[in-house]
């Protein structure tokens, strides 16, 4: 039976029509003496613009009273209309869910996909496979999303109707009409009824960007900071407008349906958002072994940097683009013998022959950033300190890593004997200072409080990964500053060749601009705070390529040019296009404030990356380059250069585990020697250093290292430690 718009009070019926459907008489409520509905006679573009305003009348309209029939009088004498029964009712309106629903997810996943990726979306940009592949993504994110919204609204539903029908306070001898007539078919359709309204502003927001700040005169100072607190910087727009307006508009909506207190309705929209955000977010995982959910929007600052960055260097478009040209030439050639050579393409060297390698060996190490150096440690001490981790972890079960069911493979351990002993180990602390020393400074002395001969030890953890099984979530990335590269101003001085245009001359070994260099400007988690030389790991078993090993991209000067001048290029071809290689086909362009390969992440602050891949980076040609650190024995060890793009092989198909120790080079710096003296405490105490999440307390474990194993004076001077006088 239709209902009132107004006071909701059951009538006959709405309408009754003579003759012709143009002749009609609107019923009047008996209750109210309103008439019962008057969207009866308003057309579709009204009812579209009273649910965007939502107007609670136009709800009660198309939730109760759409599609029920009139009285009819023909000729002075009323005509029996056939009613819809409840069951025929209640289909209709699922049958209006879907066909309401569909267009409005599409919506919603179309503005979506605008946002993350501007340049798909823009009037100008051909439509490629990787845009369409990108929007078909984002739909059925979009529709996972919103079923589990629903779902969580529903059955939050059912449980407050239930309560609320025990509660002797809340009981009523005759529900109202609006309680007589739910059924569960209503909440989907209130829920996208009501979402128009986000979708509007989200719209709006799509087609018209943030207005420009007001000059620094304009206004009191109060307006001035309140304008700032309200920048992009720091407000997320679409976040508001999606989950606080949407989730106002979305209760307004449940409201017309419910009859009950508004606190109800509140808890019940609540409840749905817990149940889409736990559903969006997954299960949790190691910062090690996850790049996944993830956001490639940047704020719409980010272009106005490209033009800052264009202002500092004069003549820049003509100078990048004629770089562009030519590092896309030696790309060619160097990916070309990169591919063929394969894991033999990575420098080898000796242990005992540091002190001995030729100007070429050491310029060929520098130019490709990445060197094992093997026998750094006796076989057998390197296969003991395996035994000692590996009954460690026996001895203490509740130690964390990952996986978090089943074996672990990647541990969250610092302390144990072993990894204190291998930090400390005199050979590995003079390989440390020899890649440290790979390092320059511009005068013939180091900066005040820098000693590229003393190292530090910094601690990391260690993994053994099992044969089978595929780790995907590890791809090519570069650690050490995110989008800081461009937006640091100090980082941006290690890059100064590069975007002058005169990449040739850009040398990643020059110390003082990492000195002072911020490679986390937003505090980013499980983010390094020192300066690492060099990435690196000892190896404690063997392993090789296809065996879970490390890939690098070894060509370091090329991928930090590529990286840096990327942002400022699109292509002109869809990014699928065989011609995608072609100079010709990329445009320079400021427009975007797209910095491909950084994004963000879910619940995560700042931005991270890079991470180069095939379908953003085409001439690096990864799937042909990252290339494999060849085989390699207990005691070995392999350094790459802090900006090398590196990841780990998706497969183990060895027969063995493949365990290795995380040693990383790191200098004396003022910086370093700050977080040496707070990483000393954290070992004292048995728990995690601080560049890592609190897990569980070491107090707990049995067997970690204290300061006694740790003898002789060069690792305790690298661990921040006493040494004893005449040492």
């Keep these: 039976m239709p209902i009132c718009t107004t006071c909701t009070a059951a009538v006959p019926f709405l309408y009754t029509v003579y003759d012709s459907k143009s002749n009609l008489r609107l019923h009047q409520c008996e209750k109210?003496?309103?008439?019962?509905?008057?969207?009866?006679?308003?057309?579709?573009?009204?009812?579209?613009?009273?649910?965007?305003?939502?107007?609670?009348?136009?709800?009660?309209?198309?939730?109760?009273?759409?599609?029920?029939?009139?009285?009819?009088?023909?000729?002075?004498?009323?005509?029996?209309?056939?009613?819809?029964?409840?069951?025929?009712?209640?289909?209709?309106?699922?049958?209006?869910?879907?066909?309401?629903?569909?267009p409005l997810i599409f919506v919603d996943a179309?503005?979506?996909?605008?946002?993350?990726?501007?340049s798909f979306s823009t009037v100008s940009a051909p439509l490629?496979?990787?845009?369409?592949?990108?929007?078909?993504?984002?739909?059925?994110?979009?529709?996972?999303?919103?079923?589990?919204?629903?779902?969580?609204?529903?059955?939050?539903?059912?449980?407050?109707?239930?309560?609320?029908?025990?509660?002797?306070?809340?009981?009523?001898?005759?529900?109202?009409?609006?309680?007589?007539?739910?059924?569960?078919?209503?909440?989907?359709?209130?829920?996208?009824?009501?979402?128009?309204?986000?979708?509007?502003?989200?719209?709006?927001?799509?087609?018209?960007?943030?207005?420009?700040?007001?000059?620094?005169?304009?206004?009191?100072?109060?307006?001035?900071?309140?304008?700032?607190?309200?920048?992009?910087?720091?407000?997320?727009?679409?976040?508001?407008?999606?989950?606080?307006?949407?989730?106002?508009?979305?209760?307004?909506?449940?409201?017309?349906?419910?009859?009950?207190?508004?606190?109800?309705?509140?808890?019940?929209?609540?409840a749905g958002w817990v149940v889409k955000t736990a559903a969006s977010r997954g299960p949790p995982s190691s910062s090690f072994c996850t790049m996944s959910n993830t956001d490639t929007q940047l704020p719409p600052r980010f272009a106005d940097l490209k033009r800052e960055i264009a202002s500092a260097n004069p003549n820049f478009e003509q100078n990048l683009t004629r770089a562009w040209g030519e590092l896309l030439v030696e790309l060619e050639k160097a990916t070309s013998d990169i591919a063929a050579q394969g894991s033999s393409y990575i420098p080898q060297v000796h242990f005992a022959d540091l002190d001995k390698l030729t100007a070429e060996q050491i310029a060929d190490i520098k130019r490709k950033g990445t060197v094992v150096i093997r026998d750094v440690v006796d076989d057998d001490k390197a296969r003991g300190w395996k035994t000692s981790l590996e009954e460690f972890v026996k001895a203490n079960p509740?130690?964390?890593?990952?996986?978090?069911?089943?074996?672990?493979?990647?541990?969250?351990?610092?302390?144990?004997?072993?990894?204190?002993?291998?930090?400390?180990?005199?050979?590995?602390?003079?390989?440390?200072?020899?890649?440290?020393?790979?390092?320059?400074?511009?005068?013939?002395?180091?900066?005040?409080?820098?000693?590229?001969?003393?190292?530090l030890a910094y601690a990391d953890r260690f993994r053994i990964r099992n044969p089978g099984g595929?780790?995907?979530?590890?791809?090519?990335?570069?650690?050490?500053?995110?989008?800081?590269?461009?937006?640091?101003?100090?980082?941006?001085?290690?890059?100064?060749?590069?975007?002058?245009?005169?990449?040739?001359n850009h040398d990643p070994y020059a110390l003082e601009p990492r000195l002072e260099a911020r490679t986390s400007l937003y505090n980013r988690p499980n983010q390094s705070s020192v300066f690492r030389t060099f990435q690196g790991w000892l190896a404690i078993s063997k392993t090789g390529p296809h065996q879970g090993t490390l890939k690098v991209f070894p060509s370091l000067i090329l991928s930090n040019a590529y990286i840096i001048m990327r942002p400022f290029f699109r292509p002109i071809v869809p990014l699928g296009s065989p011609d995608i290689l072609a100079a010709k086909n990329w445009v320079f362009d400021l427009?975007?404030?797209?910095?491909?390969?950084?994004?963000?992440?879910?619940?995560?602050?700042?931005?991270?990356?890079?991470?180069?891949?095939?379908?953003?980076?085409?001439?690096?040609?990864?799937?042909?380059?990252?290339?494999?650190?060849?085989?390699?024995?207990?005691?070995?060890?392999?350094?790459?250069?802090?900006?090398?793009?590196?990841?780990?092989?998706?497969?183990?198909?060895?027969?063995?585990?493949?365990?290795?120790m995380y040693i990383p080079a790191v200098p004396l710096t003022p910086v370093n020697a700050s977080y040496i003296e707070k990483q000393r405490v954290s070992f004292a105490a048995g728990i995690p250093p601080p560049d890592y999440p609190v897990a569980t307390t070491g107090v707990d474990f049995v067997g970690l290292a204290t300061e006694a194993d740790i003898v002789e004076s060069e690792g305790r001077r690298a661990m921040g430690l006493p040494i004893a006088l005449g040492a």
């Design 591 to 660: 427009s975007s404030s797209e910095f491909p390969g950084i994004f963000t992440r879910a619940g995560d602050k700042g931005f991270h990356g890079p991470r180069p891949s095939d379908e953003l980076h085409p001439h690096l040609l990864l799937n042909q380059t990252m290339t494999s650190i060849p085989d390699v024995n207990p005691g070995d060890t392999v350094f790459w250069h802090c900006d090398v793009v590196h990841a780990v092989e998706e497969e183990h198909t060895g027969a063995e585990d493949s365990a290795v």
């Design 32 to 102: 109210c003496h309103s008439f019962a509905d008057p969207y009866v006679e308003h057309d579709s573009f009204i009812l579209l613009l009273d649910l965007i305003l939502l107007k609670r009348d136009v709800f009660r309209h198309l939730l109760y009273n759409r599609g029920t029939n009139p009285r009819k009088y023909v000729d002075g004498v009323e005509v029996n209309v056939e009613r819809p029964t409840s069951q025929q009712r209640e289909r209709n309106r699922w049958k209006n869910v879907f066909r309401f629903g569909g």
């Design 470 to 504: 595929v780790w995907d979530r590890h791809p090519p990335h570069v650690d050490g500053g995110s989008i800081e590269r461009w937006e640091d101003e100090k980082l941006r001085v290690c890059f100064a060749d590069i975007l002058s245009g005169a990449w040739r």
């Design 128 to 270: 490629t496979d990787a845009a369409v592949i990108a929007l078909l993504k984002t739909v059925a994110g979009v529709l996972i999303e919103t079923i589990t919204f629903h779902s969580g609204v529903i059955c939050a539903c059912w449980a407050v109707q239930s309560l609320l029908d025990r509660l002797p306070f809340t009981r009523h001898d005759k529900p109202s009409a609006i309680r007589q007539e739910f059924r569960f078919s209503l909440i989907p359709l209130t829920l996208f009824y009501s979402s128009l309204t986000k979708l509007f502003l989200l719209f709006l927001l799509t087609i018209w960007r943030p207005s420009t700040e007001p000059t620094r005169s304009s206004g009191s100072l109060a307006a001035r900071l309140g304008w700032q607190q309200l920048s992009d910087e720091d407000v997320d727009r679409e976040w508001v407008v999606r989950n606080v307006l949407g989730g106002m508009s979305a209760g307004f909506g449940l409201r017309v349906i419910l009859d009950s207190h508004p606190i109800f309705t509140t808890l019940i929209i609540a």
């Design 110 to 118: 179309f503005i979506r996909w605008s946002h993350l990726h501007p």
């Design 398 to 455: 509740q130690v964390e890593g990952w996986p978090e069911t089943g074996a672990k493979q990647f541990f969250q351990l610092y302390w144990t004997k072993a990894q204190i002993e291998a930090r400390a180990h005199p050979n590995m602390l003079k390989s440390i200072a020899w890649l440290n020393n790979l390092y320059h400074t511009n005068g013939s002395s180091p900066p005040e409080g820098v000693d590229l001969s003393t190292p």
